[in-house]
C-alpha cells in the first residue's frame, strides 16, 4: 500500500504570515515579529511579557520566555532562570542561548492554569480519503516550574474537557471546544489553499484566563 507523502511547512514565520491575511483568524493569533534587538524592545515595553522560539523547531526545544519588570528582565529557558539588569544583557544571554538559529517574538500569554501549571491544547487535524477529519483534541499541562506543556519536556496529558473545566469552568467546555474546532476548519482551508499538499497538521491552541483562544502554533509534521 502507497504511503501519501504530507508537505511539510518549516517555518512558523510562512505559516503565520499565510493565516494573518484572515481577518477572524487574526484575532486568535498573538502578535508576532521576527527577533531583532528593536523589536524585542518594543514588544516587551508594550506586553511586558514575551515568548521567543526558533522559526524551525519542535516540541518546545529552544522556547524563551521573557518578562520585563522596570528595568530589569527575567529570562526562563528550560529549567534555567536569569534576570538581567538590563537590556543589553539580556540581549547577551539571549544570542548565547539561541545560538545565531533565527528566532521569532509572539507575545506572551497569560495562559489558564491548572494548580499554577500552565495548559494547552493539541488539536490533531488530518486528510483521510480526501476529507479533512479531527483525530484528537487534547490537553497538555506543563511540567511543575515550567511553562512550556510539551509531553516530551515533562507535560501531562489530560483530556480537552478536563482541561477547560479545572482551568476556567465546566461551563465553558462546548463553547471553547467548538471554538478552537472552527479556528482549525478555518486555518486549514486557508493553509491548504497556499500550499497544496499538506495532509496532517497539528494546532497548538491556549486559553487565556479570561477565557479568549489564542491559536500558539501549528506544526505541519505533528508529534
Known sequence: MKVSISRQLASKWTKTNALLSDPYIAR?????????????????????????????????IG?????RSGSSYRMSHKSHKNVYSGFNGLMRGLNTT???RSYLIQRGIQLATIDGRPIDYRVKYVKEKGSWTYRSMVGRVAKPGLFVTNLCRGGTLVTAAFG????????LVGTKKREMRHLTKASTALLESRFPGIGQLGYDY?????????MLEVNTRPQ
Do not use: C, F, Q, T
Open 63 to 67: 522556547v524563551i520566555k521573557i518578562e
Open 164 to 171: 477547560i473545566r479545572k482551568s476556567l469552568s465546566a461551563r
Open 206 to 214: 491556549g486559553i487565556d484566563r479570561k477565557g479568549h483562544v489564542w
Open 28 to 60: 486568535h493569533i498573538p502578535s508576532s515579529r521576527l527577533l531583532n534587538a528593536e523589536n524585542l524592545r518594543r514588544m516587551l515595553s508594550k506586553y511586558g511579557m514575551v515568548v521567543v522560539k526558533p522559526v524551525r523547531g519542535a516540541g518546545g
Open 98 to 100: 539561541r545560538r545565531k
